[in-house]
């Protein structure tokens, strides 16, 4: 969410982001909501003041006069209660386009209305080249016992999979290395709900825009959530932290639930676009300051890239355009991972500064160092997702006899084994 004042004072820099995210907002009837909404503000300070004044003069006043006042009072009372009623009917309405509005992305993104407008950053690695004739993960996880379709879809239906002998031991793996490495870096390792409440999804920017994409369990007025970023964001909403505690620095771990709506006949095969996953994500609360942002979207993304470097995959940084990076986004990046079955790059890791925008609507807050109480900024990152990333360890690191090379930093967490 934007400060109401910043949209006063900047009507079209929030309209410039709005079309360049490709997002329908209203930014002028948020004006004039707000305007008619001091004036209702402005008419109750004045009726509550009137009714106060009376109650002082009610004492000194002879029979009449207190006739009088009683009677003034007792309409100045309806007179509050109505503008309370439409004052509470105004804030509403405010806030219903206030949750709509869209972050400014930062002046280095491509203008385009998606992934299309996107632009490559840098690359790292080469994708393999085979002397053999190279499978897919599919086939190659099928091919070991390591996967399981049709009977993964009797049980959960369409995109459902399980994972089986040395394929869920490797995603074990990977996940272990994930939060060693982020441990490290002096990460708190935390595992978080993916059951969560409405005002958690509506704290990170998921709601309303997002709701499609979101399982709901209405009998019990909860959500599964489609990233471990929810409930982090929720963690310490309406605390206030203090500048000692920040950056608060977060390993969130949680499987991870979407309906994928709008992607009917999309990576309808395997393991790349599924309704449950795992995924380990880095996850950063700090001071509301744009250079503290920007030095930790540059840590998080270097993190997911040592771990593509160390895992020994070629990938692609992206910087993400405008209609690309979502509604509450300054910038966004994506690391696309090589997967040799579709001869492409796709996208494995995603990277996110999205300044006060989430801490604002989740009331995430800090004192400052002059002791003023501020909204928090939130940054997020991958740090591994699977299945999708395991597809991609398969494919790259096959050999001719349908066996896998397991990365060297992966091999401690295999029982040394560099073959599987
Ligand atoms: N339906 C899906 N199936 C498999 N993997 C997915 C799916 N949706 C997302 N992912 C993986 O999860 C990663 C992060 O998802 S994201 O929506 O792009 N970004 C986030 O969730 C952020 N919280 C950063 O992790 C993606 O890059 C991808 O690797």
């Not at 869209?102 to 209305?113: E, K, Y």
């Not at 001071?287 to 979207?297: Q, V």
Request: proline share 4%.
């Amino acid at each position: 969410m934007l400060d109401k004042r910043f949209v006063r004072e900047n009507p079209d820099a929030v309209k410039e982001a709005a079309s360049s995210k490709g997002v329908a907002v209203d930014v002028d009837a948020l004006l004039s909501l707000d305007e008619s909404g001091r004036s209702l503000q402005h008419d109750l300070d004045n009726a509550q003041a009137r009714r106060n004044s009376i109650s002082k003069e009610f004492g000194k006043a002879d029979a009449a006069g207190k006739d009088q006042l009683r009677a003034e009072s007792t309409k100045l009372g309806d007179e509050i209660s109505k503008l309370k009623a439409d004052l509470e009917v105004n804030l509403a309405d405010q806030r219903e386009i206030l949750l709509r509005l869209p972050q400014i992305p930062w002046s280095g993104a491509p203008i385009g209305a998606d992934e299309s407008a996107n632009t490559v950053v840098r690359t790292w690695g080469a994708p393999p080249e085979f002397d053999f004739e190279p499978r897919d993960h599919v086939d190659l996880a099928e091919s070991r016992g390591w996967v399981e379709f049709a009977r993964a879809r009797k049980v959960a239906g369409e995109r459902a999979y399980a994972l089986r002998g040395d394929l869920m031991l490797l995603e074990r793996a990977v996940h272990s290395y994930a939060l060693d490495l982020l441990v490290r870096q002096d990460f708190v390792p935390i595992s978080v709900p993916a059951l969560v409440r409405e005002q958690a999804l509506v704290g990170t920017g998921m709601f309303p825009g997002h709701r499609a994409e979101t399982y709901e369990l209405p009998a019990d007025d909860t959500f599964l959530a489609g990233t471990a970023e929810v409930a982090l964001v929720g963690l310490h909403s309406d605390e206030i932290l203090e500048l000692r505690d920040l950056p608060l620095k977060y390993a969130g771990m949680s499987p991870c639930f979407r309906r994928e709506a709008g992607s009917a006949g999309r990576d309808v095969r395997g393991l790349l676009r599924v309704h449950q996953f795992e995924k380990v994500e880095q996850f950063v609360i700090c001071e509301a300051d744009p250079e503290e942002s920007a030095r930790w979207h540059a840590a998080l993304l270097a993190s997911a890239e040592t771990v593509l470097q160390e895992l020994g995959l070629a990938y692609e940084v992206v910087e993400c355009a405008t209609g690309d990076m979502g509604l509450g986004k300054v910038r966004m990046n994506d690391i696309n991972t090589w997967l040799p079955s579709l001869g492409q790059y796709r996208e494995t890791h995603s990277c996110s500064t999205l300044g006060t925008w989430q801490g604002r609507r989740a009331n995430l807050r800090y004192r400052d160092a002059e002791g003023k109480v501020q909204f928090a900024a939130t940054l997020n990152n991958t740090a591994v997702a699977t299945p999708r990333l395991l597809a991609a360890l398969l494919e790259n690191f096959q050999t001719a006899d349908g066996k896998i090379a397991v990365p060297t930093v992966l091999q401690p967490y295999m029982g040394g084994r560099e073959l599987i």
